[in-house]
């Protein structure tokens, strides 16, 4: 991905961020804004995948069964390192 396609992408993401937080505020459970952000994330043309498991390394070990460690994930493809 080239550094104008991040910026661009990046720039989208945060801009729905501040849109969910204007609309909601804080203090609300994790999963509403959650829910919020991956609504504004698609009105924004960007592709979101929620709670995708992802294997996790720990020095040298991977886990037996997979955790969802981002929120959502978009338009990034993942690979293990090994």
Do not use: D, F
Not at 5 to 14: A, D, F, P, S
């Amino acid at each position: 991905m080239r550094a104008e396609e991040l910026n661009r992408i990046t720039e989208k993401v945060i801009g729905c961020a501040i849109e969910v937080h204007r609309n909601l505020g804080p203090g609300l459970l994790e999963s509403l804004y959650e829910a919020a952000l991956a609504i504004e994330l698609e009105a924004a043309g960007l592709a979101v995948a929620r709670q995708v498991p992802l294997q996790v390394r720990y020095k040298g070990r991977t886990s037996a069964s997979t955790a969802s460690t981002c929120s959502s994930m978009i338009g990034w493809s993942w690979r293990s390192r090994a």
